[in-house]
């Protein structure tokens, strides 16, 4: 029972650093690409942009996605690259 508690009390003290582990890439990302977005599905979905990840040592583009907000008047941050003097960081976006 001791073993399981203390499990259970690790991963509670390693989810805060996941929520905050950030991309560091050397290489600038390339310029968004402009989408066109297609209609709404329904009422009250909001527009996520499209943005560039890193994986497998070059950009991806992640395309933009319709989505429903977790909560009512949710408003959506979206994903960007801050260059931190020789680096470039990707902040996650997310909804507030």
Do not use: N, S
Request: proline letters at 12%; zero cysteines.
């Amino acid at each position: 029972m001791k073993k399981i508690a203390l499990a259970i009390l690790l991963a509670l003290t390693l989810v805060p650093a996941a929520a905050f582990a950030q991309v560091v890439i050397r290489v600038a990302p390339p310029a968004p690409i402009v989408e066109r977005r297609p209609p709404p599905p329904d009422r009250g979905y909001v527009w996520i942009d499209g943005y560039h990840r890193y994986e497998g040592g070059q950009y991806i583009w992640t395309p933009g996605r319709w989505d429903r907000p977790p909560h009512p008047g949710g408003r959506w941050v979206a994903h960007k690259w801050v260059h931190k003097g020789d680096h470039w960081v990707l902040v996650e976006g997310h909804w507030r």
